[in-house]
């Protein structure tokens, strides 16, 4: 079973979906305008709240549930696994996906918002499915972007989550796998057990915590290693184009190989493409879709180029500096771990502490994004299965091996983005015309557009 998913995954994650992605990436950088200038606008839109918008979570809170679900393991082991298996290249990549993927985030965000509708009771229920079903009037793809989204949540968000907190707890604190299996799907119970007002408190609460946290404990080892972080990023570089193999404790790698882990661990990380994030931001508050996408946006700069950039920088001045670090291993949890240890007293605290408060909010927030869209088919009637689902989830993906789930994410990544691009790029002139209605002082202009209600959202599209 691990040989055939990572066959697929290996054919999946070939040229074709990674010239999709990355096309798609700079075509809506284009289309928009270069929306990556208003960056520093975006983040100080991120920290005021809408009021007097329709909407159940504000926009903060829309925010840091995303960002709870795209701040995860693909930050730290993910990165790992690119520069194990992929060479010290892929970190460029992986980088330039989060710099360009900023303008698809902030692309499939404004569609989501836009098309967005309201339940009986009146909350907000919106995503990439109800922009292929309304703005395009395929509802066959809103229905196969749901299924893929419901699915891909129990390996992106989920297995791969729960695996890496349990392989690095008992790794560090030599604990029974079973016993952190337990205490960690107990607490994930708690949580999802009030749906999105609950995941949105804890969200608020940890999100800018764990990402400061982490973004200093990166800061302390990258001082610490300042003689060799040049030399890092000339490495990280040549790499990137050179189709010779590495030395220096670095795995051979080709270009293809280098794009492929970068990509791939790229998507994994901000999720630009995949249609995730619009699930929670169509419930924010807000103006206009503009608005809410430039708050989204921020996701995919915070998490990949930011945080990735650095734990990247981190992992290959670690392997210049110490040569006990083995970066031939292929195996990014043991590749992430090596190199974080050789700092004394600062750099395991930071990657177990940052793992598991990273991997625990991504199972959050993934939850909300399955049941979403499980929702969309099967009505409300699906949400209490769906979580008892989703707790066994986290209890299995802890005991199983960590190449198969990582390719099975992976596998899974890659077919959902296909229908949420698809909603992309038809709609892309829908994109540029909101862009434009609302640039400059309109900004804060309301959207008059009344938000439909969907008769008979409880029963679902299947129910």
């Known amino acids: 079973m691990a040989d055939i998913i990572g066959k697929l995954d290996s054919f999946l994650w070939g040229w074709p979906l990674i010239i999709l992605l990355f096309g798609t990436h700079i075509f809506m950088t284009i289309r928009t305008g270069f929306i990556q200038k208003d960056i520093f606008k975006a983040i100080r839109m991120s920290v005021t709240r809408d009021e007097g918008s329709e909407g159940d979570v504000s926009q903060f809170g829309a925010l840091t549930t995303a960002l709870s679900s795209t701040i995860g393991t693909g930050n730290i082991v993910g990165v790992g696994t690119a520069i194990a298996l992929g060479g010290p290249g892929s970190v460029l990549w992986m980088w330039l996906t989060g710099v360009f993927g900023i303008a698809t985030k902030y692309a499939e965000t404004i569609i989501a918002v836009k098309y967005r509708v309201k339940s009986e009771n009146g909350t907000m229920i919106g995503g990439a499915m109800y922009a292929l079903d309304r703005g395009l009037h395929a509802r066959w793809a809103g229905i196969l972007f749901a299924l893929l989204a419901s699915l891909c949540g129990f390996g992106i968000g989920c297995m791969v989550q729960a695996n ?3 392989g690095n707890i008992t790794q560090n604190f030599n604990i029974p796998p079973i016993a952190v ?15 999105i007002q609950s995941i949105t408190r804890v969200s608020e609460m940890l999100v800018p915590f764990m990402a400061l946290f982490y973004f200093l404990g990166c800061l302390v080892i990258l001082i610490m290693n300042a003689d060799v972080v040049g030399q890092a990023i000339g490495v990280i570089i040549s790499s990137a184009f050179s189709p010779r193999a590495m030395g220096g404790g670095f795995i051979g790698s080709t270009i293809t190989m280098a794009c492929r882990y970068g990509f791939a661990r790229g998507l994994f990380s901000n999720e630009s493409g995949m249609g995730s994030a619009p699930l929670v931001a169509s419930a924010a508050k807000t103006r206009n879709p503009k608005r809410q996408a430039l708050v989204s946006m921020t996701g995919t700069f915070w998490d990949t180029v930011v945080i990735c950039l650095m734990t990247g920088l981190v992992l290959v001045t670690c392997i210049i500096k110490y040569p006990h670090i083995d970066g031939l291993s292929g195996d990014g949890s043991v590749l992430t771990s090596q190199a974080f240890s050789m700092i004394p007293h600062v750099g395991l605290p930071v990657l177990v502490i940052g793992l ?9 927030g993934w939850y909300y994004y399955g049941e979403r869209c499980s929702v969309y088919l099967f009505g409300e009637k699906i949400i209490m299965p769906y979580k008892i689902l989703w707790v066994i989830g986290v209890f299995v993906g802890s005991m199983l091996k960590i190449g198969v789930v990582w390719d099975l994410a992976d596998f899974m990544n890659g077919l959902m983005a296909i229908p949420n691009i698809f ?4 709609l892309s002139g829908v994109i540029a015309k909101e862009t434009k209605k609302y640039s400059g002082s309109h900004i804060n202009d309301l959207d008059n557009t009344p938000i439909p209600t969907l008769k008979n959202a409880n029963k679902g599209i299947l129910g």
Request: hydrophobic share 80%; aromatic share 6%; glycine share 6%.
């Open 356 to 364: 598991i408060t990273f991997a625990f909010s991504t199972i959050l």
């Open 164 to 166: 890496a907190v349990v």
């Open 181 to 195: 299996a337990i205490v960690l799907s107990v607490l994930v119970a708690l949580v999802i057990i009030g749906g």
């Open 423 to 426: 909603a992309v790029l038809l």
